[in-house]
């Protein structure tokens, strides 16, 4: 009854956001315990603290995008339109066009990009960033970077692992490119 209950949840997400849950409910269907991890596991991936909901969906996008998981990154793209993060800044954020995005928003698509390559440069922005939003506000943005990266390593370990084609945002379709991976941009 229990995986019964947990997979109607999963439709229920699959409809909502046009998202292929079969990963997750080959989870539930082969291990309820490891079902029942994964769920805990999602209480980390969703702190934010104080910060507000552009920085931390733009630290959440930048390592989506890192490994290339492109049914990841959309569902990321309607979670952050659907919490009000405007179409403009999130094609910014996906894009890597720190011009287009005020300087709190390109710090963190900076600072992500650079946590990701393990380059020494992100300890000049992170004083910045706790300035702006506190110790509160960089332990979300670490949790943000590294539970996103989670989902595709997970997927493509379960064999549900796709590339990075397009990414569509409201009507503008984007295709990310290498350089909206890249660090030095």
């Not at 995008?65 to 659907?82: H, R, S």
């Amino acid at each position: 009854m229990i995986k019964y209950l947990l997979n109607k949840m999963l439709i229920s997400m699959q409809k909502k956001y046009d998202y292929d849950v079969a990963y997750m409910q080959d989870i539930l269907s082969a291990d309820l315990s490891a079902f029942f991890k994964y769920l805990k596991f999602q209480s980390m991936a969703g702190y934010r603290g104080d910060l507000p909901t552009a920085p931390l969906y733009a630290a959440r996008l930048r390592a989506i995008l890192w490994d290339d998981c492109g049914p990841c990154t959309q569902l990321l793209v309607n979670m952050a339109l659907e919490a009000g993060v405007p179409a403009a800044q999130i094609s910014a954020i996906v894009n890597k066009d720190l011009t287009a995005l005020p300087d709190e928003l390109a710090q963190i698509v900076e600072f992500t990009d650079l946590v990701l390559a393990h380059d020494p440069s992100a300890d000049d922005i992170r004083p910045h960033i706790r300035a702006m939003w506190g110790d509160q506000g960089l332990i979300a943005i670490a949790f943000s970077i590294s539970s996103c990266r989670v989902y595709p390593a997970l997927k493509y370990t379960l064999g549900y692992g796709k590339a990075c084609s397009r990414v569509v945002v409201n009507e503008q379709t984007l295709t990310p490119s290498d350089k909206s991976r890249s660090v030095t941009g």
